[in-house]
């Protein structure tokens, strides 16, 4: 599928909180209703929204991003009891992880139900679905009264949006209703498993960690896609459709330095030799490293010490920050591949054209 010439009159709502401002959330879920484009915050990256039941509406979500039409869409849901409208059954161990982590930021993938249009799933006879946990997605969901599809509210292959700006740079025109609700607080997208399978199946690394999960389902394992890290994603065939294609691409050239001996003298290694071929260098790293590089063009802080958590809050939007300044290069320091850190190095090793 292409991507949309036609220029639409967007309009900017700012909402500090949900419960204080439901008129402007009002008019946001009757655009949904008509069948418009609705970007909201989640507590993990902004969702671009059309109506999961409305096969035109889901269509539009693919054009306005110009996301490739074999790349399935989330379905969003506000309480336990829309789930019916969306997935044909419900085994006990979708149960269990809804009910551990929901809303939260885990996907769930389980046989859809008929009333879900082909173009929302890709044509797949399973769907993906999870609930938010952010006040503003689940009060425009709950008045909207639908299910509502949405990927992330980015042009297709760039880096997720972790604030309202990221999405006015990549959707303003392309869409009915921008809602400004400020910084996203996971900063990286949902988890997703896959349960039409047994052994379940952990597609995506996201917001809910592999160790977390494994508490509750300790058969899951990660798909195959995810493990060998060395072969080519394209030459795969991912249980995920959404795997295959280019993402999370700044227009800078990412390099990725993986955690090891010497990881801070390669850095360094790496800067030099790139500002001598007349490169503009940015550097992402901990704090505690950022006066070893004071040459670099530009210096964001990835982290404090170890704590990943703010390594997946700051990464895409330092991602982004980094092209606003116009860096040629950005060198990341890689992060450890535990709890919410696996998700981290999996964006990162997507957006990486060098990995060292
Ligand atoms: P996004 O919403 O842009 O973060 O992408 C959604 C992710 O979920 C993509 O990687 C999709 O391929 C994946 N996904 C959505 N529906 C399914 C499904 N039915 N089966 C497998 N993966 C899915
Ligand atoms: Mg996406």
Redesign the pocket.
């Known amino acids: 599928m292409g991507i949309t010439k036609e220029r639409k009159k967007t309009i900017l709502l700012p909402i500090q909180q949900a419960d204080l401002e439901l008129s402007k959330l009002r008019f946001a879920a009757e655009i949904l209703q008509k069948g418009g484009l609705v970007v909201f915050p989640t507590e993990?990256?902004y969702?671009l929204g059309a109506n999961a039941l409305d096969e035109k509406a889901a269509e539009n979500i693919f054009l306005a991003k110009g996301?490739p039409a074999d790349?399935?869409?989330?379905v969003h849901i506000a309480d336990f009891a829309d789930l019916g409208q969306v997935v044909a059954d419900l085994p006990p161990i979708a149960q269990a992880l809804a009910e551990k982590f929901w809303p939260g930021p885990l996907?769930l993938?389980l046989k859809?139900k008929e009333s879900i249009p082909d173009a929302?799933?890709?044509g797949?006879?399973?769907?993906?679905v999870r609930m938010p946990d952010h006040p503003i997605a689940r009060t425009l969901i709950k008045l909207s009264g639908l299910p509502i599809a949405?990927?992330?509210a980015?042009l297709s292959g760039k880096v997720?949006p972790t604030s309202a700006e990221h999405v006015i740079e990549d959707l303003w025109g392309r869409v009915d209703v921008i809602i400004d609700g400020g910084r996203t607080g996971v900063g990286l997208?949902?988890t997703?498993v896959?349960l039409?399978v047994w052994p379940p199946q952990l597609?995506?690394p996201g917001g809910v960690s592999l160790e977390e999960l494994r508490q509750v389902v300790p058969e899951l394992e990660l798909d195959r896609a995810l493990l060998d890290k060395n072969k080519q994603e394209k030459d795969m065939v991912?249980?995920?459709?959404?795997?295959k294609y280019t993402h999370y691409s700044p227009r800078a050239k990412v390099v990725l330095v993986r955690r090891g001996e010497k990881q801070k003298e390669k850095i360094l290694e790496l800067l030099e030799s790139y500002q001598k071929a007349g490169k503009k260098v940015g550097i992402l790293c901990r704090e505690e490293w950022k006066s070893y590089f004071s040459k670099a063009d530009f210096l964001l802080e990835l982290t404090k010490g170890s704590d990943l958590q703010q390594a997946a809050y700051n990464l895409f939007n330092h991602l982004r920050r980094f092209d606003q300044v116009k860096m040629d290069v950005i060198i990341v320091e890689g992060v450890a591949e535990e709890g919410i850190g696996l998700a981290v190095m999996n964006r990162l090793t997507k957006a990486a054209q060098e990995i060292v």
Do not use: Q, W, Y
Request: aromatic letters at 0%; glycine letters at 6%.
């Open positions: 993990t990256v969702g996301r790349n399935p869409l989330i996907t993938i859809k929302v799933t890709a797949l006879p399973s769907v993906a949405a990927p992330s980015n997720s997208e949902s997703v896959d039409t597609l995506r991912p249980r995920s459709p959404g795997l």
